[in-house]
């Protein structure tokens, strides 16, 4: 085990309790991950001191406010090396900038016989957008299928993806089976067919070092609260001639140039897609989080949880009648581990894990047909982040244990 970034207990103070007379084991990140001190602090010192609506006052706080709003904007621009800060567009989450572009983008470019490609490894939130919009277009929705070991089919991609596509859409890192894509492969081999593509960041930024200019990718989405910031803001990166060709999102203040009785005309980018009061504190919080994230560096935060992945997997996949899904090597996985205990629903094996400390989450994890291609409908799944420890993998390996013996599952 990688020692040198351990002990970050002091910076979250949700995790230092007890559930059920244990010691809380958080291992539900990838549904949100917990805020540090920092954060938390940068909330509180935004509302106790700027509090302002922005880009509309010229009153001190007003002009605070501004400041602080468009330094977050620069420090996540810098975070994921995007050309400039006016291609980072603040979002309710990586929800609503996949439907942003699929509303924009989409409704503006995909005509009858044109073709969407996307995995079948997607969240249901980079799936149904383009699901509808073929609809409602008369496209094609294509998927490009997994390997026997889980991992995004390169070979199916590149038969998938043909002159007629237009939009590829995927997951840079899967929320269910931590399997991690090949997105610059799938870029170049979408823009050799003149395709745009997408990234679904939402479990790859809070984890790796994530570089827009270096992937080449014309959109990509994500969330704040899954990389320690408040909920209900997220980021959605796009190309700044896309980004300008594409119509507005939504009408309202703050997005127009001039409005006439008849006509109206749009604000430059980003704003033409930021309608009415933003959530102003959430991009405060989400520049305190991506300060403390530069802090302890991504290439560490993705050696740590390689660390613990490396350490827990074999473990996991060692216990008779545990299944776990995905790649079965640690190294093409991130932390995030979706496995069943043979003969017992995930949702009971979540009850029994809570009741011995540890938190993970049941179900389809908003992935359904990538549930139906696993064969199952629902598995439990422990998420690891870097203020994990040993001790934590430890906890969950015994309580999977603890769990299989009172169900008396295999001691038949
Ligand atoms: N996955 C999970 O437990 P939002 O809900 O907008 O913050 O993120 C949506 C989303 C998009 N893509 C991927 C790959 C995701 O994992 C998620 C969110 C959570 O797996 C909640 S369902």
Known sequence: MDNNINDFSGDFPVLDQQVNDERLVYLDNAATAQRPRQVIKALTDFYEQDNANVHRGVHTLAERATKDYEDARQKVQVFINAPAAHDVIFTKGCTDSLNLI???????????????????MEHHSNLIPWQQLAKKKQAVLKYIELTADGELDLADAKHKITDKTKIVAVTHASNVMGTVTPLKELVAIAHQHGAVIVGDGAQAVPHMPVNVQDLDVDFYAFSGHKMMSPMGIGVLYGKADLLRAMPPYQYGGEMINDVHRDQSTWADIPFKFEAGTQNIAGAVGLGAAVDYLSHVGMKNIQRKEQSLVNYVLPQLIAIPDVQVYGPQLPQKHTGVISFNIKGLHPHDVATALDMDGVAVRAGHHCAQPLMEELGV????????????????????????????????????
């Open 102 to 120: 699929a509303a924009t983008y989409g409704e503006q470019n995909i005509k009858p016989g044109d073709e969407i490609v996307i995995s079948i």
């Open 377 to 412: 409908t629902a598995t439990a799944r422990a998420s690891f982040y870097f203020y994990n420890t040993k001790e934590d993998a430890d906890q969950l390996i015994k309580a999977i244990n603890e769990t299989k013996e009172f169900f008396n599952i295999g001691t038949i």
